[in-house]
């Protein structure tokens, strides 16, 4: 069937109806005669090398990669590959050689070189995951790609030469890809008629290049069909067990990030990162619904640009860095168009991150952009593109402004980059592109927080706000006055608050995420801890936080210090110490600006006195009083509790396994195991020490890290505790208890209690107020000074990257590849863009198939 843009092409140029019946029939006969080639592959036994035209017809035939994609099936190259696997052989071969033989003309190509290299790229994309996805332990793809030479007569390039022996025919695709990409009337315009037809020359203006070159429509089509083959190399990550996945070596990724001159990778890493974020989806926004006048492939181009360079960025390399970066800096090439002065000013010479270790070079070299203008470039590029679908929702006509879908490929290149480049995280923070990167990623976590099926991308978003959280500017930059109209339709998803600052809108939105339910309840658990660290970590910083954001504030201590919910499980003690320091924090060092979180701490006195004086008996009777007070209310004899306390206390009901990825977030981004052992302990002043309750010894005990004996527990409690099994299955212990609860910092809450309650109540006496904006007022004219202990140090807790987070993210990002290539695509799109590994067996990950879809 002929596509309507083919249907309208011919009736501009065919001068007779009799014309265009011969071309449509043309068409049709050419279809059918590649599907009849496609079924002797697996019908006849070894085809002969020297049938020419056989072979040739399958770089002839097909028009566009949908007619690849659709002429050979799944099940026509695995019949192959069983019945007659010398055929698929000798196919490669022969495209292998025709891709290798195109990299080497030495005269401008004609488009049918063009059409013919095209197919054969297109061929090997459709082929090579159905090769990777064999259960043989890789002895097919060895055979043809990593043992044995291609037959064919090609001679060898300067990059192979110089590598060492006859190159295997995997690697010299590999590098034959990486110049398709740079090579002149094909993926480039004619730049030199003088000049090789492979030309290194970045792309488009930015990091790296003060110009951007002349592209057609024609050239970018191209660029993504050579950058869909160098990807689909590097896919064969997808056939790997998660198990296997730090000890398995991609040689085909390991090509790229190894074996290509210095100059080359830079080009490549440029043009990439250049095309990423020079990319404005609005474009002439003067006119609505411009974008739909005409097709667009830069934003398919834009998106095979994130996958492959996030991909490059994530792999690490086998291969020992001291021999690679010797070799790489000894390196001079002969050929390309970039200077060696031009493209070495894009990276220092040093580098602000560790390197050393580093054997990929592209995280070597990313890691050595130094540039405040490429930073600058970088970070409004990504809040342009991460807030594109915040603006388009906000337009005035519906649908009016263009919305992109590649805002999940942005979130991981951005965990990639800010992992690579410590100086890029720093201007990051200090930028004013962070407050709309910050938005961008708590819209994420608030519109996806219902989703299973888009769990990773909450739990990325959660882990770059704990890295980002760890620079002093994040802190900082949430003071900025906020304005609701801002952040559009995620307004609905919390309460509506005025003259608060972005550090409301940071807070309320934690808030928010740890009181959702539903069936993303387990994966929000795996994610308190990393949010409440988010919020530990800004809270020093932050000047003014609004009553509606005390008021959630509070309602969290309300259920983390509940004795159902710190006897549920063992390491639930952990979330109520974050909440305590967050206090603490405020309290010492923002005082003067935070009145209305101030106060409610002290209308909370008697919860923080009955938590410092709680012990292990005692928080046993509160929890059968609790259970006995929930079967009468059951018969309506008691009020209900709140929304958000029974969602979180639902928590201590039900015992929800965790998914190792669960496990790696709750324990592998914190480098502090476990909070309370690192706190940083004060002396107490005589007027707080005066002002404590009657435990005040114990305190004084707790302000110092001692071993745990049965000689420290209370003398008034009796030797005997009943004992208790939580509904999750944990038997809390004396020891175990007293190992957590003698070090939560309670005395700088107990203190500013006792010392600010008696002058409440004595102000409103005397002047006769029952107003709690008087009260506030009040108090935001009040000091502590002199009351409160010394100021503990601020504790900045530092993501942890481990290699099981490796495991997860690099399982998280292949992932999220492959559910966009089976997305529903414009027909544009879907032309140039057909899915690649859709009906493959994948390891990686389990593919469960919606069944109403």
């Not at 994609?69 to 052989?89: A, C, G, M, T, Y």
């Not at 990593?146 to 006859?166: C, F, R, Y």
């Not at 802190?475 to 006055?481: D, M, Q």
């Not at 107003?771 to 530092?798: A, C, N, W, Y």
Request: glycine share 4%; with cysteine.
């Amino acid at each position: 069937m002929v596509s309507k843009t083919a249907v309208s092409f011919l009736l501009r140029n065919c001068q007779t109806t009799q014309d265009l019946s011969i071309v449509i029939m043309g068409a049709a006969e050419s279809k059918l005669a590649f599907r009849k080639n496609v079924f002797a592959l697996y019908e006849h036994q070894a085809i002969p090398q020297d049938n020419q035209a056989f072979w040739d017809s399958f770089l002839e035939l097909p028009d566009t990669p949908e007619n690849v994609f659709n002429l050979i099936s799944p099940k026509d190259v695995r019949k192959i590959i069983q019945e007659h696997p010398e055929n698929i052989k000798m196919l490669v071969q022969k495209v292998s050689a025709h891709i290798l033989g195109f990299s080497q003309l030495t005269s401008r190509p004609q488009p049918k070189d063009i059409k013919e290299v095209l197919n054969a790229v297109r061929i090997l994309t459709r082929l090579l995951p159905f090769i990777f996805e064999l259960d043989d332990g890789g002895v097919l793809e060895s055979s043809m790609f990593w043992d044995n030479e291609i037959k064919e007569s090609v001679p060898q390039s300067t990059a192979e030469a110089k590598d060492g022996g006859i190159p295997t025919l995997g690697s010299r695709l590999a590098i034959a890809a990486v110049q398709l990409l740079f090579y002149q009337k094909f993926t480039l315009p004619d730049l030199d008629t003088d000049s090789e037809n492979v030309r290194f020359s970045i792309w488009l203006k930015g990091v790296g290049a003060t110009d951007s070159l002349p592209t057609s429509r024609d050239e970018i089509i191209h660029r993504i069909e050579v950058l869909r083959l160098l990807f689909t190399m590097m896919s064969c990550t997808l056939y790997c067990k998660p198990n296997q996945l730090i000890e398995n070596e991609n040689k085909w990724t390991n090509v790229v990030i190894s074996k290509l001159e210095k100059k080359h990778a830079l080009c490549l890493l440029c043009s990439l990162l250049n095309t990423i974020t020079t990319y404005d989806p609005i474009g002439w926004a003067a006119l609505p619904y411009n974008y739909l006048f005409f097709g667009d492939v830069q934003e398919p181009f834009v998106s095979i640009c994130t996958q492959t360079l996030t991909a490059l960025l994530d792999y690490k390399s086998w291969e020992s860095s001291t021999t690679k970066h010797a070799r790489a800096e000894s390196q001079n090439s002969t050929s390309g168009a970039v200077s060696d002065d031009q493209i070495n000013t894009a990276v220092s010479s040093t580098s602000a991150t560790n390197l050393a270790g580093m054997s990929n070079d592209f995280r070597y070299y990313s890691g050595k952009i130094y540039k405040t203008e490429d930073f600058e470039l970088i970070s409004a590029g990504l809040a342009r593109l991460l807030r594109n679908p915040l603006d388009a929702g906000k337009a005035y006509l519906p649908g009016s402004t263009k919305k992109i879908s590649i805002t999940t490929e942005l979130l991981t290149l951005l965990w990639v980059l800010i992992n690579t480049n410590e100086g890029f995280l720093r201007h990051l923070v200090g930028s004013a592109h962070l407050l709309i990167i910050m938005e961008a990623l708590l819209g994420v976590c608030l519109e996806v927080r219902r989703e299973p099926a888009r769990a990773g991308s909450l739990r990325l978003a959660c882990f770059i706000l704990h890295i980002l959280s760890q620079e002093r500017g994040f802190g900082v930059s949430l003071n900025e006055p906020f304005d609701m109209a801002t952040v559009g339709s995620l307004s609905r998803h919390f309460p509506v608050f005025s003259q608060g600052c972005w550090g409301d809108f940071l807070f309320l939105s934690v808030y928010v995420i740890l009181s959702t339910t539903g069936p993303m309840r387990p994966v929000i658990l795996s994610l308190q801890e990393p949010l409440l660290v988010v919020l530990a970590n800004s809270s020093p910083l932050v000047k003014c936080l609004t009553a509606t954001t005390a008021n959630k504030l509070i309602s969290l201590f309300d259920v983390f210090s509940s004795p159902a919910f710190l006897l549920s499980k063992e390491h639930n003690y952990r979330l109520l110490y974050y909440l305590l320091d967050i206090f603490n924090n405020i309290i010492q060092y923002q005082f003067a600006g935070n009145a209305q979180l101030i106060y409610s701490l002290v209308r909370h006195k008697d919860k923080i006195n009955s938590l410092y004086q709680m012990s292990l008996k005692s928080a046993i009777s509160e929890i059968e009083r609790m259970r006995l007070a929930d079967s009468k209310r059951l018969d309506g004899k008691s009020q209900t509790l709140t929304a958000t306390e029974s969602t979180l206390l639902q928590d201590t009901e039900t015992n929800t396994p965790q998914e190792p990825a669960d496990v790696i977030a709750s324990t592998e981004t914190v480098k502090n195991e476990d909070p309370v052992q690192d706190q940083e302990k004060s002396e107490l002043s005589e007027k707080a020490k005066g002002k404590l309750p009657d435990r005040s010894e114990i305190a004084d005990k707790e302000s110092k890290v001692v071993p745990v004996t049965s000689t420290d527990l209370p003398l008034t409690e009796e030797p005997t505790t009943p004992v208790f099994r939580s509904k999750c299955g944990f038997k809390p212990t004396e020891e175990w208890f007293h190992s957590w609860r003698s070090q939560l910092p309670l005395l700088v809450l107990l203190s500013l209690s006792d010392y600010l309650r008696p002058r409440i109540e004595q102000f409103c006496v005397d002047n006769g107020l029952n107003d709690d904006r008087k009260v506030v007022e009040f108090l935001s004219k009040e000091t502590v000074v002199g009351v409160l202990p010394q100021p503990h140090l601020i504790m900045m807790r530092s993501f942890t990257y481990s290699d099981p987070m490796h495991v997860w993210f690099t399982s998280y990002f292949w992932g999220t590849v492959y559910l966009k290539a089976t997305e529903t695509m414009s027909a544009e799109t879907a032309k140039i863009c057909p899915p690649i590994w859709l009906g493959t067996a994948i390891q990686l990950f389990h593919v469960r198939v919606n069944a109403s879809k």
